[in-house]
């Protein structure tokens, strides 16, 4: 007599085993997105009181946003590269990321020595405050990640031939870092392009 098939009960999403690093990353990311929304809708406000005069956005900024938006890329071909067992490429893409990532803080850096010059400063205008507080909190986001750019590239540095390559490759904690950075760095760039767009925005309706 045939026996029935075992039917198991569907799993909560709400409720089932997630991978913890992965969750703490989302929970950051979650964080991050709520100050910032905070930040923004708390200059919204301020715009429309006294005392506002809209601050001009270096033009370093676009230069620095098309920067960003290639490290994004290069870090997602490091990832496809790392799947591929195509190390030598990946390494080349870690290091372009690392690169353009140190590129654009130093962008953002001359950007506000070129606002500076211009005497545009806090205690002068509120609006000023505002374009140094979410550029600067960008940045320290970027901080972050260039650190962790730099533990990656390291360990690809040490682990330099293949056989070396492929075992680090094939290890889960491993790629799970690779995948935890990417999507970091990807949620990075979202945000500066969307804080780049918003300043743009009421610059531009002022």
Known sequence: MPTKPTIRPKE????KRREPLNFMLWLGIAGSILIFTILLGIYIVRKAG???????LPGVFWLSTFVIVLSSLSIHEAGVAFRKERFVLYRYC???????GALFA??????????IAQDIQMKNNPSAGFVYLLTGLHL?????????LAILMRESIKNKS???SF??????????????????WHFVDVLWIYLFLFLLYHHAAS
């Open 94 to 100: 870690l290091g372009m990321t690392f690169v353009a």
């Open 12 to 15: 909560n999403p709400f409720t």
């Open 162 to 164: 293949y056989v070396d």
């Open 50 to 56: 006294p005392n506002w005069s809209q601050t001009p």
């Open 167 to 184: 075992v680090y490759s094939v290890n889960p904690p491993n790629r799970l870092k690779l995948k935890l950075l990417t999507t970091y």
């Open 106 to 115: 130093g962008m953002q850096a001359y950007g506000w020595m070129e606002l």
């Open 140 to 148: 320290l986001h970027i901080a972050g990640g260039l650190v962790f």
